[in-house]
T-cell receptor
Framework: DAMVIQNPRYQVTQFGKPVTLSCSQTLNHNVMYWYQQKSSQAPKLLFHYYDKDFNNEADTPDNFQSRRPNTSFCFLDIRSPGLGDAAMYLC??????????????FGSGTQLSVL | GDSVTQMEGPVTLSEEAFLTINCTYT??????LFWYVQYPGEGLQLLLK?????DKGSNKGFEATYRKETTSFHLEKGSVQVSDSAVYFC???????????FGSGTRLLVRP
């Protein structure tokens, strides 16, 4: 029944070693988002895809990239993880990006640890 | 820019106690307001929402009223249960914006 699926649930990587987090959806939604949530802080939007159009937030570090090969899948790539990148990464989807009535559906998140 | 401020937790209550979690916001225009809940080990789920001033969102016994005059959207429940233990996030979305802006979350612990 899971509609937004994130794998893995926990990911451990080494300082500077590239890591990829994955998200898939069964909702056929047009928009997929990646949020970063550090401990006891608000989730912060990193970027989103509207179909194939990539939209980066102005303050998202260059170290973070994303790929969306098809409607169902979206990946978050961290090229050279630093200790400060340890966080929960949340994937979300919606049918359309704008409009106050658009509901976001979230996955369970991937908790990233950087050693 | 737009922002959301909510009370720090954890909030610890006994079962059947009354719950209030405060949320205030700063935004231009007329944003929509939301409460999301995150149960242990799960993703965020929409709990309730309100899209205009004086609207009351409600779900599962929780309520929140959009108060434009005080820029607030406080979450209330008359009688909490142990199963309500979770982290609650207040959020806003501008009427022409794609971006959901969250508060930092409030952890609720309900003891039997």
């Amino acid at each position: 029944d899971a509609m937004v699926i994130q794998n893995p649930r926990y990911q451990v990587t080494q300082f500077g070693k590239p890591v990829t987090l994955s998200c898939s959806q069964t909702l056929n939604h047009n928009v997929m988002y990646w949020y970063q949530q550090k401990s006891s802080q608000a989730p912060k939007l990193l970027f989103h895809y509207y179909d194939k159009d990539f939209n980066n937030e102005a303050d998202t570090p260059d170290n973070f990239q994303s790929r969306r090969p098809n409607t169902s899948f979206c990946f978050l790539d961290i090229r050279s993880p630093g200790l400060g990148d340890a966080a929960m990464y949340l994937c979300a989807t919606s049918r359309a990006p704008q409009g106050s009535n658009e509901k976001l559906f979230f996955g369970s998140g991937t908790q990233l640890s950087v050693l | 820019g737009d922002s959301v401020t909510q009370m720090e937790g954890p909030v610890t209550l006994s079962e059947e106690a009354f719950l209030t979690i405060n949320c205030t916001y700063t935004a231009t225009g007329y944003p929509s307001l939301f409460w999301y809940v995150q149960y242990p080990g799960e993703g965020l789920q929409l709990l309730l929402k309100a899209t205009k001033a004086d609207d009351k969102g409600s779900n599962k016994g929780f309520e929140a009223t959009y108060r434009k005059e005080t820029t607030s959207f406080h979450l209330e429940k008359g009688s909490v249960q142990v199963s309500d233990s979770a982290v609650y996030f207040c959020a806003l979305k501008g009427d022409s914006s794609y971006k959901l802006i969250f508060g930092s979350g409030t952890r609720l612990l309900v003891r039997p």
